[in-house]
């Protein structure tokens, strides 16, 4: 059958359209590829595989983005919203972006950028809070060609210079401090310090939010709002090739430092535009609100490429769902009408331990579809998400993906295939997930358990990672060969429906941010008193997984959690932020090792899920006295 149009509207063309992509993806994506504008068009839909890595999408074409997210809208969309934005403080009035308003903003931002010497392929770090400078700026940089490469504002001065370090920017964009909740975050203090270690930057553009006192330092630090005011708001897009980088995102693994994982231009864009049309189901004139921050994946392509590009109107949040009280997030539906609503679980179920009535006494009836994105959702909170919320007549899209994918991957369609509680369901067409057991053989038939893996390349994935493809290779592609490695264990169902049960690798999700537990034990052993430590994730009600360090202390330091743990969170608040943070530490005087010295996470996983019934064989490790002291240490 053929496809003539790349919005699924039942469930049979679900399936049709998965099955077109499986046999034929690069008609397929030629296809879906024709609902954006291109300067030139490609040669070849799609080369390279998971065995070379070369891989490329749409090669000899060239586009921008930004022409596909604000100009090729002005004609038919330019007096529509394009962007809401809603302040941290209730009081304070919202600003509203037309298509047109908005395209001359990032017009103005792209020639303060230019005016600064920023040119096609050069890297800028954002270091800021959701104001909307972030979306502009991000936006302004691939109008002119500029990587942009956003560092979430949780991350500390360290963290921010590591990062800068990598991608060697050229230029940093921040605030001066940042609104969050009741709190405000030093942006630009964070920033100066960062950049004593960072040498190659030469202009930071600081966009003044709170009134805060900060010091600006001459030649090299400027006022942004200014600039964008006298800047003129005429700037063609530059005329970008299909695989030049468009960002570059920080994220954590199981090993080693954070990875820059590289995405480029027209597959991306595909991507994010493709899955946000099909996952959401938008019409014309709703209105969608995705509460994440634009310093993680899902904010770049569900707050700003993915609903701009299918000219939507979409709201972004400064605050926090708790302030000034729990009933925030409900308020600012209600506000503006939100019909599709996309959060986080572990937000749902924050919300969910407070007042009820703090959600019962709003109407919510603009809502038409909900949306959870960043961990596994369990069914309490999705049920509850489902009647208090939905009200039982929205469909919940659960959507699975991560930085590395781009775009979401699999999810049920709002309202075309069918919602199950806890279950991200079907993979959308271009997606071809199998499950391995662990020595890589592929697990046939439904239902199955095994961990995730992608058979086939698709448009939206990151390419490399920054400066070091050697280790993508490693990463992604080593541990399973001629396959991607999520990193997640799965379940498939008898419907052939996933269900995502969480990383099975050394990443702890802690309230849907992914953080690596060598990171963490890194920053502990930094710490004069640490010998050696262990950092192993645990079920946590509201955050979904906690963090629980195991510390061995030098000979004759006799500190007790109490006094450790300050010291230890000082430590890490300074390396890697406030995020990282662990919610337990225990000292103790020895690790469960294997023979050949490896530390035995099982059993630290198990003692921290106060899962000590079965701990398994632990005759053959080094030290199996240990395991006692351990337990009686976690009071088990
Ligand atoms: C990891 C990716 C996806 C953007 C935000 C997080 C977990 C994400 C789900 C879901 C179960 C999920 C996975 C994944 N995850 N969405 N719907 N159900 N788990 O991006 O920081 O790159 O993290 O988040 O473990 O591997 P990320």
Same mark, same amino acid.
């Given at each position: 059958?053929?496809? /003539? ?21 690069? @008609? ?37 983005? /930004? ?8 004609? /038919? ?6 962007? #809401? ?30 005016? !600064? ?47 800068? !370090? ?47 006192? #900060?010091? *600006? ?107 000034? @009280? ?90 075309? /295939? ?46 490399? #990672? ?11 592609? $080593? ?15 008898? !419907?052939?429906? *996933? ?48 963090? *629980?360090?195991?510390?061995?202390? !030098? ?63 632990? $005759? ?17």
């Amino acid at each position: 059958m053929p496809i /003539t149009s790349t919005r699924i509207k039942t469930k049979d063309e679900y399936f049709s359209h998965w099955q077109k992509a499986h046999e034929v993806p690069q @008609d397929f994506w030629a296809k879906a590829a024709e609902n954006f504008q291109w300067m030139k068009p490609w040669s070849k839909v799609q080369s390279g595989d998971f065995n070379d890595l070369e891989i490329k999408w749409f090669e000899g074409a060239t586009l921008n983005i /930004t022409a596909n997210c604000l100009d090729r809208h002005l004609e /038919t969309r330019g007096n529509k919203t394009a962007v #809401i934005w809603e302040s941290n403080d209730p009081n304070e009035a919202p600003i509203k972006y037309t298509y047109k308003e908005l395209h001359a903003e990032v017009c103005r931002f792209s020639n303060v950028l230019k005016d !600064q010497g920023i040119k096609k392929g050069d890297r800028v770090c954002f270091y800021m809070s959701m104001v909307p400078e972030l979306l502009t700026g991000v936006l302004a940089c691939a109008r002119i060609g500029a990587v942009h490469s956003v560092v979430f504002g949780g991350f500390s001065a360290q963290a921010l210079a590591g990062r800068i !370090q990598d991608c060697q920017a050229k230029m940093v964009i921040t605030c001066d401090e940042g609104f969050r909740g009741a709190k405000t975050i030093p942006l630009k203090s964070i920033t100066d310090e960062a950049l004593e270690s960072c040498d190659t930057v030469i202009s930071v553009l600081v966009r003044e939010r709170t009134g805060g006192k #900060i010091t *600006y330092k001459e030649g090299r630090d400027h006022s942004l709002l200014p600039l964008i005011k006298k800047a003129s708001n005429d700037c063609p897009p530059e005329e970008m090739q299909a695989e030049d980088p468009l960002f570059i995102l920080y994220t954590s693994g199981s090993t080693g430092k954070p990875k820059g994982l590289m995405h480029t231009t027209a597959g991306y864009m595909v991507w994010a535009g493709y899955t946000f049309e099909n996952v959401f189901q938008m019409e014309e004139n709703d209105t969608y609100w995705c509460t994440a921050d634009i310093g993680w994946i899902t904010g770049h392509s569900y707050i700003t490429y993915g609903p701009l590009l299918n000219g939507s109107t979409t709201v972004m949040f400064e605050g926090i769902p708790t302030y000034p @009280d729990a009933g925030r997030f409900w308020d600012i539906v209600d506000k503006f009408q939100i019909t599709h609503f996309y959060t986080a679980p572990t937000a749902i179920r924050a919300l969910q331990a407070c007042d009820i009535n703090l959600v019962r006494k709003h109407d919510l009836s603009s809502l038409k579809v909900l949306g959870s994105v960043g961990e596994p959702i369990n069914e309490e909170a999705w049920e509850w998400y489902n009647t208090e919320v939905g009200k039982e007549r929205c469909p919940i899209v659960d959507t699975w993906w991560q930085t590395e994918t781009g775009g979401i991957m699999i999810t049920s369609l709002a309202g075309v /295939t069918e919602s199950v509680p806890a279950h991200a369901t079907y993979p959308l067409p271009g997606v071809n997930p199998v499950l391995v057991d662990g020595e890589g053989k592929v697990v046939e038939g439904n239902p199955a358990d095994g961990n995730l893996c992608m058979e086939l390349p698709w448009p939206g994935m990151a390419r490399t #990672i920054w400066g070091d493809h050697k280790r993508y290779k490693e990463t992604y592609f $080593s541990t399973y060969p001629g396959k991607y490695f999520t990193g997640d264990g799965a379940r498939r169902d008898a !419907q052939g429906r *996933y269900r995502i049960t969480g990383r099975v690798d050394d990443v702890i999700n802690v309230s849907g941010h992914r953080i690596g537990t060598a990171e963490v034990e890194d920053a502990i052993n930094e710490h004069p008193a640490v010998v050696e430590s262990a950092v192993v994730g645990y079920p946590h009600d509201i955050k979904g997984q906690g963090i *629980y360090a195991y510390v061995i202390l !030098q000979p004759g330091q006799e500190m007790t959690a109490e006094e450790l743990t300050p010291q230890l969170n000082e430590l890490i608040n300074k390396i890697i932020g406030p995020i990282a943070k662990p919610d337990i530490v225990l000292p103790v005087s020895g690790l469960p090792k294997t023979r050949s010295g490896k530390i035995m996470r099982r059993i630290l996983r198990k003692i921290a899920a106060k899962d000590v019934e079965n701990l398994g064989d632990i $005759s053959t490790l080094l030290n199996p006295e240990i395991v006692d002291e351990i337990k009686n240490g976690a009071g088990l």
